[in-house]
Antibody, heavy 122, light 107 residues
Framework: QVQLQESGPGLVKPSETLSLTCTVS????????WSWIRQPPGKGLEWIGD???????KYNPSLKSRITILVDTSKNQFSLKLSSVTAAETAVYYC????????????????WGRGTMVTVSS | DIQMTQSPSSLSASVGDRVTITCRAS??????LNWYQQKPGKAPNLLIY???YLQSGVPSRFSGSGSGTDFTLTITSLQPEDFATYFC?????????FGPGTRLEIK
């Protein structure tokens, strides 16, 4: 079955760029959106953005100016870059598969990585 | 942005109880509503999609209903493994937004 695994630095300095990679194993990236979602400690979930396997993106407008999401289907990976981070962006960052089917009305995150904790601190 | 609210924010119940969690959207989202369960230190797990469809592998004691702005998640006959936090999420429009969560605790 499809599994996702996040990787990247666990500590980022304020004002620097957070970079994470999600590796997809056990299946193809084709025909799906691939997403990043974060959760500050003890708080709720925030959608960051998605990328379709073909490369088109959807970003959260609140973060859009600072986000870049890329996909490399040859490596079965997609990545997140978030620039100019602040301490408030300390969170567990999850990658997830977005299951979307127009005709059936399905649009949900059906497979998640285990998450990676990123601390923003000097 | 579509705001999602949940009630109650926390709930105490006993094994075997029936519980209902409510989610409300700030505007109509048709049936673009999903429910997730999250246990401490774990990623969320999809339970219900499109308001009322049970995700594969999820026990049938979980069910969802609603459309428009008001939705419910019902768990019949609570099991020990059901004590967790539950989130609703809308996918009707960008940005995707989640409810603040309902923490289900053992009484």
């Amino acid at each position: 079955q499809v599994q996702l695994q996040e990787s990247g630095p666990g500590l980022v300095k304020p004002s620097e760029t957070l970079s994470l990679t999600c590796t997809v194993s056990g299946g193809s990236m084709n025909n799906y959106y691939w997403s990043w979602i974060r959760q500050p400690p003890g708080k709720g979930l925030e959608w960051i953005g998605d990328i379709y396997y073909s490369g088109s993106t959807k970003y959260n407008p609140s973060l859009k100016s600072r986000i870049t999401i890329l996909v490399d289907t040859s490596k079965n990976q997609f990545s997140l870059k978030l620039s100019s981070v602040t301490a408030a962006e300390t969170a567990v960052y999850y990658c997830a598969r977005r299951w979307w089917e127009l005709l059936s009305g399905v649009d949900a995150f059906d497979i998640w990585g285990r998450g990676t904790m990123v601390t923003v601190s000097s | 942005d579509i705001q999602m609210t949940q009630s109650p924010s926390s709930l105490s119940a006993s094994v075997g109880d029936r519980v209902t969690i409510t989610c409300r959207a700030s505007q109509s989202i048709s049936s673009y509503l999903n429910w997730y369960q999250q246990k401490p230190g774990k990623a969320p797990n999809l339970l219900i999609y499109a308001a009322s469809y049970l995700q594969s592998g999820v026990p049938s004691r979980f069910s969802g209903s609603g459309s428009g702005t008001d939705f419910t998640l019902t768990i019949t006959s609570l099991q020990p493994e059901d004590f967790a936090t539950y989130f609703c999420q809308q996918s009707s429009s960008t940005p995707i937004t989640f409810g603040p969560g309902t923490r289900l605790e053992i009484k």
